[in-house]
């Protein structure tokens, strides 16, 4: 039995008709995480935003995996940058 958490990978590759691959792909390149329950792979639901993310980026736009790990690499980076500017503005009373 599966927790609320856990999304099952074939179900996911199933309803946005992908290939299973992809998903132990993404998880070799470390940009997502997944479980390995009973033999099958569960995904967070936390990163489905993510995980859908990158399924556009690969079947929609072309982008390879190499790319696509790129990408999420500068994404992160913003997202950091982002955060730094908040907690500056705040620390300087222009939140």
């Given amino acids: ?3 609320e958490n856990l999304i099952a990978a074939s179900r996911f590759c199933s309803s946005h008709q ?6 132990s792909s993404l998880q070799q390149y470390g940009l997502i995480e997944v479980t390995e329950t009973e033999g099958d792979l569960y995904i ?3 990163d489905l935003n993510k995980l859908e993310q ?14 696509i790990e790129a990408i999420n690499h500068l ?3 913003l997202r950091q940058q982002q ?3 908040v907690t500056l503005r705040n ?4 939140g």
Avoid: A, C, H
């Fill in 18 to 23: 992908i290939e299973y691959s992809f998903i």
């Fill in 44 to 46: 967070n639901s936390d």
């Fill in 83 to 85: 955060l730094e500017v």
């Fill in 75 to 77: 994404l992160e980076q």
């Fill in 1 to 3: 039995m599966q927790p």
């Fill in 54 to 67: 990158f399924t556009r980026f690969y079947y929609d736009l072309q982008i390879n995996l190499e790319g």
């Fill in 91 to 94: 620390k300087l009373g222009w």
